[in-house]
């Protein structure tokens, strides 16, 4: 699996833009890159995903370098809510099976 | 519509004994992981159930097994349990072996602890 690489921890105010990055310098042509987070206490949660062209949904905003080489997760205004440990995981469409995570990035938000 | 629901929530298990976990995955999934998270680390992928055959498996030894009913419901077992497989194992459900451009759901986990 190619490797992604996140800084261990960020902090944030509420109510402010966040952005988590992702660095992914060996991705292939045809790896999707995908976020998760982890609320204390609970299972991981799925966020966004995208190829090549960025994406939007509800929770957030993924944006994707134009060479494919990092990515940035883009919480448009985070609240207490957002304090997570959020993953970029690369997913090759191949062998797309599993999920491999690494220790990703812990979100602290602070009012 | 209920998500991934895993039973039990929490256990307590001796050195030696076996455990068997639970997993009912989202209403119309089919495919059920399961992962091992040790404290402060992320997820580990354990092995996947599609149509009722393990499809993939990660790094971990034999003693940990599995099994997908024809609901869909899966069970994970851990034979010969030690001090390390103290851990949450958490399932996670997708459709049609989880291809790349899916998402999966998870469950809240069940926290296993080996004394």
């Known amino acids: 699996d190619a490797k992604t690489t996140q800084p261990n921890s960020m902090e944030s105010n509420e109510e402010e833009p966040v952005h988590l990055p992702c660095n992914h310098s060996t991705i292939s042509g045809t790896d999707y890159i995908h976020w998760y987070r982890q609320l204390p206490s609970q299972g991981p949660e799925y966020v966004i995903h995208?190829?090549?062209s960025n994406v939007n949904n509800r929770m957030a905003s993924l944006a994707i370098a134009e060479d494919r080489k990092s990515s940035t997760l883009i919480l448009h205004r985070a609240t207490l809510r957002d304090a997570a440990v959020y993953y970029c995981?690369?997913?090759?469409?191949?062998?797309?099976?599993?999920?491999?995570f690494g220790t990703g990035t812990r979100l602290q938000v602070t009012l | 519509d209920a998500g991934v629901t895993q039973s039990p929530t929490h256990l307590i298990k001796t050195r030696g004994q076996q455990v068997t976990l639970r997993c009912s995955p989202k209403?119309?999934?089919?495919?059920v992981s399961w992962y091992q998270q040790a404290l402060g680390q992320g997820p580990q992928f354990i092995f996947q159930?599609?149509?009722?055959?393990?499809?993939q498996r990660g790094n971990f030894p034999d003693r940990f097994s599995g099994h997908q009913f024809p609901n869909y419901s899966s069970e994970l077992n851990v034979n010969a349990l030690l001090l390390g497989d103290s851990a949450l194992y958490l399932c996670?459900?997708?459709?049609?072996?989880?291809?790349?451009?899916?998402?999966?759901?998870f469950g809240q986990g069940t926290r296993l602890t080996v004394v």
């Open positions: 209403s119309g999934h089919d495919t």
């Open positions: 995208g190829l090549t």
């Open positions: 996670a459900s997708s459709l049609e072996g989880f291809r790349a451009n899916t998402e999966a759901f």
């Open positions: 995981i690369l997913r090759y469409s191949g062998t797309a099976s599993k999920l491999t």
């Open positions: 159930y599609y149509e009722e055959e393990e499809r």
